[in-house]
Structures are given as structure tokens and as C-alpha cells.
């Protein structure tokens, strides 16, 4: 167990949609960073949140937007949902970005499936 | 941009070596990172290496880097059935934020 909690883990959704994905980074940790993995691209990198700002931005499209709370959960949300949307979205926390061995811990994932 | 390129499938026997590479483009990383997903799981940090050094070695792990080639390789000896996973190389983006991963290599080991 991580530590990282992530909600819900499977969500089927119709085209068109919005939905909103959930994390609780471990304890103590305050960057958040979510990534989407899909067959065909791989592992992306969407964006990155620390101590409530956002810190950097990867391949997220303009239709997802994310924060990240006082509390330091964050959420993910995907508007205007395409087929292509469905993946498995990983949320990972690290304690400060660039401190000690950069190490990430990584949620289950929230897989979503678009139809 | 960053980019970390993998081959996607390596199958061994149980028992042999496995060796998984992988090359990076640009990077600032100070360390150089292998993670592993098992079957409906989330990635787990398997090991990782200081950019300054060449070979680290963790029981039955060892990780080459290759700082000139952009060249980073994993080796597992005595493979086994429960190392059967996704293998994942990643290194720290150019602005040292964010880690970028390649697509993962499946290891399938056969008994």
C-alpha cells in the first residue's frame, strides 16, 4: 500500500459527459502529480500540483483541468468526454519535487472507460 | 522534449537473465529510475541510480547507465515467475518537475 488513495477505481461514463477523479496523496506529502496511461501512448504526464499551486503542466488537454485543495487532495476533472478519454489515470505523490531520491508513489489508478 | 524510448515485450525463461534497456533524450535527472506495475496495480519504484555513477547493483538487480549514449539498463538475475510485470524507465524532465516515463516493457517469464 502506497499510501496514495485514489476514487473511484472504475468509472464507465458516455461520450459527452464530465467526471470528476479523486486523490489523497500519502501523509506529509505535498506534490501531487497526475499521469494517464493508455495502451497507446504509454505513461503521460499530465500535470503536477505543490502545497496547492499548480507547478508544472505535461500533455493535458484543455477539455481536463485539475487543483489541488487546502487539504492537499487533489481532483482531476475531464470534461466533454471522446472515446479516446477512456485510460487509466494514475495520481502519485512525492514529499517536495527534487528533495532526497525524487521517488513517486503511485495511487491504483482510477480506470475510465468512455462509451 | 523528453523522450524515453523502451522495447515493449521481453519473455525469458525462469531462471535466465533478463535485461531491459531503454534511452532517454534530454534529461536534468539527477537520478536515473526503474518502476514496476504489476497486474492491476499502480507503478512501485523497483530501484534507481545517482547520474554520476555507472553500475548499482541491489541483490539481484543490477542497473547500468550509460551517461554519453543516454543509456540505462536493467538487469534481473534468476528471473522468476513473480517478476512478470511492467517495466517502466523514467528520468526527470528538463525543468527537473516531473518524471517521464517510457511505455513500459512487459517482462513475461515462462516456468
Known sequence: DSGVTQTPKHLITATGQRVTLRCSPRSGDLSVYWYQQSLDQGLQFLIQYYNGEERAKGNILERFSAQQFPDLHSELNLSSLELGDSALYFCASSVVPGQNTGELFFGEGSRLTVL | ?111
Open chain 2, 1 to 111: 522534449g523528453e523522450d524515453v524510448e523502451q522495447s515493449l515485450f521481453l519473455s525469458v525463461r525462469e531462471g535466465d537473465s533478463s535485461v531491459i534497456n531503454c534511452t532517454y533524450t534530454d534529461s536534468s535527472s539527477t537520478y536515473l529510475y526503474w518502476y514496476k506495475q504489476e497486474p492491476g496495480a499502480g507503478l512501485q519504484l523497483l530501484t534507481y541510480i545517482f547520474s554520476n555513477m555507472d553500475m548499482k547493483q541491489d541483490q539481484r538487480l543490477t542497473v547500468l547507465l550509460n551517461k554519453k549514449d543516454k543509456h540505462l539498463s536493467l538487469r534481473i538475475a534468476d528471473t522468476q515467475t513473480g517478476d512478470s510485470a511492467i517495466y517502466f524507465c523514467a528520468v526527470l524532465n528538463q525543468a527537473g518537475t516531473a518524471l517521464i516515463f517510457g511505455k513500459g516493457t512487459t517482462l513475461s517469464v515462462s516456468s
